[in-house]
């Protein structure tokens, strides 16, 4: 079992935040999810680079938070699917205020000093 060296900071609301949807693939599970995307295979396919594996974690963290519901049906193969949950659909405005911000950028990563790096090689 892994054992933080630092602790988690909880006793704030940013921290909090953080330990919900502080993980590469997190926000976008949840915008990918509230988008229609239920299925695994559907959400791997919606992130490419994301290996099967961290995808698994990160909605098995989003699971243990409450923010996603897994369903398991009782059919072969089985079918699983994702859903937001009510305290999952509170995150949305956030979420969706993220993609938005993001999306400003994309055609002008050279205002961001980290990008200019890229940008230039």
Known sequence: MYERKIPKNLDCGM???MEIIGGKWK??????????AK???ELQRL???AS????????KELEEHGIINRIVYPVLPPKVEYFLTDLGKSLLP???LM???GAQYLSKPQELPELKKVVQI
Do not use: A, K
């Open 15 to 17: 921290g909090m935040t």
């Open 27 to 36: 926000p976008c599970l949840i915008l990918n999810i509230h988008n229609g």
């Open 39 to 41: 299925r695994p295979s």
């Open 47 to 49: 992130n490419p680079i």
């Open 52 to 59: 099967r594996r961290v995808l698994t974690v990160q909605l």
């Open 94 to 96: 956030m979420i969706l």
């Open 99 to 101: 993609d938005e911000w």
